[in-house]
């Protein structure tokens, strides 16, 4: 601007910065709109993330069968080797056939050659034929072996000698494989009584002596391993600098935690708990206020945390001044950590602690471990049962000789290692000359090793996780979870047997058919019982193990030998003894681990087995009839794990569980079936039969959805049953367990269609089947919203609507098979808007308070920045610099060792501002070699501002220069937060609006329109006519709008409407006419007239009498809608042709146009034709009558001069 436009340039001036302000408040996002965009990208992100964990949970990897798919039996050879194998396979059997020659023709030299076997055998280490691989030449003799022993016991023709020749060769054999088929036909042949003679016989009681001895020295081998293996996941404790952690112990869902503020529960992050999220504390003071110790004062004690079958103890072990140790005891609910003061009965337990120069405590889950050093060097431990009155199970003492010198050196020193035990092997560890240094000792042997190993890592504590067969260790201010390389515990207390049996089990000095046979019986239960978890939900085999010594033999003679067994003593359940009861509880469950294994591959050869034996029947009948609760739960879980074999399609194991829930309903569920029903539904909803279902469910023939569908509906029903019995607690049982069921199912789908699985239709039809069941369930009287959450509506619909629209929004990720179809997304939009609409009462009835809470979260991490000068600085630097650590209460400042400057000359201040008139600590921090005052150096403690910031000031003269500074600022930053809080059934409408927009934005993706169509149709979707609306509802009329359609038809002479017609046709002389249809048309248009020229109201009150004389409105509007006869009459209006003399530059006329007639509209036109006409007239007035009156829809006179002109315009059209 020049200096003349001084006018201009002020107006700019004034309006700019509006301007300015009026785009800026346009173009930025407000702060709301942030944050819903925010939430939004969490929230499909969290779904995004669970979609993935839920297509790898689905996806089943193959798993090959090794042995499957070979023509030879003999293949697994280098073929150089494959003429030696020939010929030794060939040897071994033709000798075999020479010796079953010979029990006809010299049974002494058939005596002999076995016993032969069998010493060789011996001569051999215990199991020295276990890692035969499968398809050898050595399989095959060993095989070869197995048939012709086994021949040998069933041949009828066989004499007892030669039976038990046979038996102590196949009990040599089983023990050398480690091949349970061996060892179980001689079980079987001993127990039944199939031999005729009892064994073994003198000529082999020597060698099946020592069989049974090396047999029974095999134990299952339960490593521990360390914390060297790699760490998994890990909790940061975000406390202060004197509450490390140190003391740990964890049931596999939490972690309890004792520091230096106290005892914390934590989350392991597994069994549906969030990792690092604290579910409860109990502070330090509290333990000092019931102790009565002063928190003030230096007290020196030790904290010990032990979980004890589900029960929390905190052992406080206080060192007096005469070096006595003097123990205190808490037992804690494992819940909310409230406490309960008592003391230990265990009189040895308290001695060893008091006269122990150190001591450490540990547990395995099922008992305590208390282990002390004393004076002499000596290390000792008990093992204890809180449970059982502090009974002490062993108590173990090795001298210094035992342990060894690495050992003496660990226990010696100034504190004990960190114990932790999983039941078998108890193992130190103690961090030593930058390497971890450990002492196993196993409990059975009191046999110690000793490993070290160097590890970065500095523990404060270790524990033992068995139910995730994990390690947890503690380490300066974080939580590290490791794996356990060693075998899963299976946590289980020692089974107590009649001291009947239990005598008949033990070694003695002459052996009989039924001391071998149960004594093998035994220590195959306790090898089973090692690796067969009581959850069924946890029974799930993860790799093939088509052996496991002892256990595991995936062989039609295995499962043949069991269930003969079984059946045998099936018939007289009632009445078995106890030998037999405990015979049937052993194969009973050995069959549930073969079972396992078989899912594997599921070989139809055994499956063919079980089911010629007609085995679910003699299940059945176990359940029914026994009354041994362990053969009954043993019978159950045995059914229940079988059912892959008796209905081998997911489909028929639903539809199974249909006919049990329906009976179950109905009350008219067997006994036998009744006690399967809740196993049952845990085991269809597990990992391996989701995996299961959504395998199947890509097959063409799968009609599981059916079953499903039922299973729904099952659920709703059941949801009317508990309202109907709100007691019954078997329902509730089931009812949780079915909708569990529903939700592990719907989850699999959805994994499924996510990893390219299963095509959207599956996830289509699930949809609809769970929505139309929680429509049902909205529906029934009474329920309570507690009840409803507890339903497939506050369990399964939020979840699934939530990751059907992030599908939705993902399709183009999705395989060109999975199309959205136009028709089903129609559906399922209907069928959302149907639950919707039961949903609004539902959430209506929660209190307004409750439906959104707001929630203070503090969010605590930490913040470090580095800062430093020039390495060499430069002369005569002054530099300023700000340093800032949002959201910290304070700064520790520590400088690193290598820091040099002149002292006193180049030195660093922390100022509190930039006016640089106070400072932190020193004023000059400089100096180098031994004359230096740098914080965090050497021996000098950490600077600690007390504030967010600074400004820090490096200065340094003209003399010398040094390597210069650097240092470390940390702090312990929070912010605060709200979190919001929805009550689950506002979660649910949610979801269920979030979808329906979802599907309202991005409809023509899915649903694209005809171009052409489009195009057509614009002209007449942007018509103001239409900006109103329309409503094609005639059941939901007013009374005006009813009224109006009753001026149409005039049904009744004496209506209101009949009574407003002939008030309005006596002040109306162009009201004239006898043609009953084209009168219904005239008025017709006079309704549409009233109505978008709001005067149907004034109508309506003539009509009901409130009115005496029309209004000049309504009379205008009526009299307007009489023209109509005049088109019928005279046809439409024109104006008249231009004459040709006619400027076209001539000033209008002032004259108004005339009318030229034309020819009428029925001129030779039939009565037909005519009221063709008029229901074509009649027929749009009724749908003008469906829009938003014309006056709403434009300006009206006062505001548009035009309006009314426009209005008239628009009805014309």
């Not at 509007?1117 to 104006?1135: L, P, T």
Request: with cysteine.
């Amino acid at each position: 601007f020049n200096s003349k436009d001084t006018a201009e340039l002020k107006s700019f001036q004034t309006s700019t910065p509006s301007a300015v302000l009026r785009e800026l408040q346009l173009c930025q996002t407000p702060t709301s709109a942030n944050n819903h965009q925010v939430t939004c990208f969490q929230t499909s992100y969290c779904f995004q993330r669970h979609l993935d964990l839920l297509a790898r949970c689905v996806h089943a990897s193959s798993r090959p069968d090794p042995n499957a798919n070979t023509k030879y039996p003999v293949s697994a050879h280098d073929p150089a080797i494959f003429p030696e194998k020939l010929f030794s396979l060939a040897s071994c059997r033709l000798q075999l056939e020479m010796l079953s020659s010979f029990r006809q023709i010299n049974p002494t030299f058939y005596r002999n050659g076995m016993r032969i076997l069998i010493r060789t055998v011996l001569e051999c280490p215990p199991q020295a034929l276990q890692h035969i691989a499968p398809k050898t030449a050595e399989a095959a003799m060993l095989q070869s072996m197995f048939e012709f022993c086994t021949h040998v016991i069933q041949d009828s023709s066989s004499t007892p000698p030669e039976k038990l020749s046979a038996l102590s060769l196949l009990l040599a054999l089983g023990e050398s494989s480690g091949l349970a088929r061996h060892l179980l036909v001689v079980v079987e042949s001993l127990l039944l009584n199939r031999v005729g003679a009892a064994f073994p016989d003198d000529t082999f009681a020597s060698e099946v002596t020592d069989v049974v001895a090396r047999f029974e020295a095999y134990r299952v081998t339960f490593d521990l391993g360390s914390i060297s293996a790699k760490t998994i996941k890990s909790i940061r404790l975000q406390e202060d600098d004197d509450s490390v952690c140190g003391t740990i112990a964890s049931d596999g869902k939490y972690l309890y935690a004792f520091t230096g503020q106290g005892l914390s529960k934590l989350g392991t992050g597994y069994r549906g708990t969030i990792l690092g999220n604290v579910y409860a504390t109990q502070p330090l003071d509290t333990f000092m206020e019931w102790l009565g110790w002063d928190a003030s004062k230096e007290i020196p004690y030790f904290v010990y945390v032990v979980l004890v079958q589900q029960k929390l103890f905190v052992w406080f072990v206080r060192r007096q001044v005469d070096a006595k140790m003097v123990p205190f005891l808490f037992e804690l609910s494992v819940e909310d950590l409230d406490m309960v003061a008592r003391d230990c009965d265990d009189a040895g337990t308290v001695d060893l602690i008091e006269n122990a120069t150190n001591v450490e405590f540990c547990s395995d889950g099922l008992h305590m471990f208390v282990i002390a050093t004393s004076s002499s060097s000596s290390l000792s431990w008990r093992k204890l049962d809180p449970a059982d009155n502090w009974a002490c199970l062993q108590h173990e003492t090795l001298d210094e000789s035992h342990v060894g010198k690495e050992g003496r050196d660990m226990l010696t020193g100034e504190m004990l290692p960190f114990f932790y035990t999983n039941g078998h092997i108890l193992t130190g560890t103690l961090k030593k000359d930058k390497k971890l240094k450990e002492l196993s000792i196993a409990l059975a042997t009191s046999v110690v090793q000793y490993t070290e190993y160097e590890s970065a890592l500095t523990p404060h504590a270790i524990c033992f996780d068995a139910p995730n067969n994990l390690l947890w260790s503690t380490s300066a201010k974080s939580v590290q979870c490791h794996a356990n390389t060693g075998t899963q515990v299976i946590l289980r207390p020692a089974r107590v047997l009649n001291p009947a049996l239990v005598a008949a089990i033990q070694p003695q000095p002459s052996l009989t058919s039924r001391v071998v046979g149960l004594r093998l019986l035994s220590h195959l239960e306790s090898i089973v019982d090692a690796y067969l978890p009581d959850d069924i939900n946890h029974m799930d085999v993860t790799g093939h193990a088509a052996k496991i010594v002892f256990a595991v033999d995936v062989d039609e003679s295995t499962f043949k030998s069991l269930m003969e067994m079984v059946s045998s003593f099936a018939d007289a359940a009632g009445a078995l003894t106890e030998w037999q009861e405990y015979v049937v509880v052993v194969c009973l469950k050995m069959l549930s681990l073969n079972t396992l294994h078989w899912l594997v591959h599921k070989t139809h050869a055994i499956a063919d087995v079980v089911l010629k034996l007609n085995f679910p029947a003699v299940l059945k009948s176990l359940i029914a009839t026994s009354s041994n609760s362990h053969i009954v739960d043993a019978a159950r879980m045995l059914f229940v794990l079988s059912i892959d074999i008796f209905h081998t399609t997911i489909s028929a194991q639903w539809q199974l569980l249909v006919s049990y829930i329906d009976k179950f309903h109905h009350k008219t569920l067997a006994p036998e079936e009744r006690s399967v029903v809740t196993l049952l539904l845990d085991r269809l909803a597990s990992k391996r039969k989701t995996q299961d279902a959504v395998q199947e469910a890509v097959t063409a023939d799968f009609d599981g959805m059916h079953w499903f569908e039922k299973l729904v509906q099952l659920s709703a029903a059941n949801m009317s049953l508990q309202v109907a019995n709100d007691e019954d607690k078997s329902l509730v049982e089931v009812g949780e367990k079915l909708t569990h069921l529903v939700h592990s199912v719907v989850h699999g789908v959805l994994g499924g269609v996510w990893g390219h699985i299963l095509p959207v239709s599956v996830l289509l039809d699930v949809f609809r089947i769970v929505l139309n069941g929680c429509i049902d369930m909205c529906e029934l009287d009474g329920t309570s919203t507690d009840l409803l959450e507890s339903s497939m509506l506050g369990q399964v619909v939020a979840s699934l609507v939530g990751f059907t629209q992030t599908i939705l929004v993902a399709d183009g990720q999705l395989d060109n098979r999975d199309q959205w179809d136009v028709a089903a997304l129609t559906d399922m939009t209907r069928q959302v808007l149907s639950l919707l609409e039961k949903l609004v009462p539902l959430v209506a009835s929660v209190h307004s308070d409750d439906q959104e809470m707001s929630i203070d979260v503090q969010y605590v991490g930490k913040s470090s920045v580095d800062m430093e000068s020039a390495h060499e600085y430069a002369n005569d630097t002054h530099e300023l610099k700000e340093l800032r650590l949002d959201g910290a209460t304070s700064m520790t400042i520590t400088f690193d060792s290598r820091c040099r400057t002149e002292l006193n000359y180049d030195y660093v201040t922390f100022y509190h501002d930039r006016s640089c008139s106070a400072y932190y600590g020193d004023e000059k921090y400089s100096g180098r070699d031994s004359s230096f005052n740098w914080p965090g150096v050497g021996s000098i403690p950490p600077l600690v501002i007390e504030s967010d910031s600074c400004v820090v000031l490096f200065h340094s003269d003209g003399s010398t220069v040094d390597w210069g500074f650097k240092f470390t600022a940390v702090a312990n930053v929070s912010e605060n937060n709200v979190s919001l809080h929805l009550h689950w059934l506002v979660a649910v409408e949610e979801q269920l609006t979030n979808l329906l927009s979802t599907v309202a934005t991005l409809g023509s993706t899915w649903m694209p329109l005809d171009a052409a169509l489009e195009t057509d149709q614009a002209q007449f979707l942007d018509n103001d006519l239409l900006h109103g609306g329309v409503d094609d509802a005639t059941d939901d009329d007013t009374e005006v709008s009813a009224f109006l359609r009753d001026l149409i038809e005039l049904n009744t002479p004496d209506s209101p409407a009949a009574h407003v017609a002939k008030t309005l046709k006596q002040h109306t002389i162009q009201d004239q006419g006898a043609v009953a249809h084209i009168n219904r048309a005239v008025r017709a248009v006079a309704a549409a007239m009233l109505h978008h020229n709001m005067s149907s109201v004034d109508a309506y009150a003539l009509g009901q009498g409130r009115a005496t004389n029309p209004n000049p409105a309504l009379l205008k509007a009526w009299k307007n809608a009489q023209k109509m006869r005049n088109w019928f009459d005279v046809g439409d209006a024109k104006r008249p042709t231009r004459h040709p003399d006619e400027s076209s530059t001539s000033p209008p006329s002032s004259a108004k146009p005339k009318l030229t007639r034309q020819p009428s509209a029925y001129v030779g036109a039939s009565d037909d034709s005519l009221r063709t006409l008029c229901a074509n007239v009649e027929e749009r007035a009724t749908f003008l009558l469906s829009l938003a009156p014309a006056s709403f829809s434009l300006a009206t006179a006062s505001d548009d001069p035009t309006g009314a002109k426009k209005r008239w315009n628009l009805l014309a059209q």
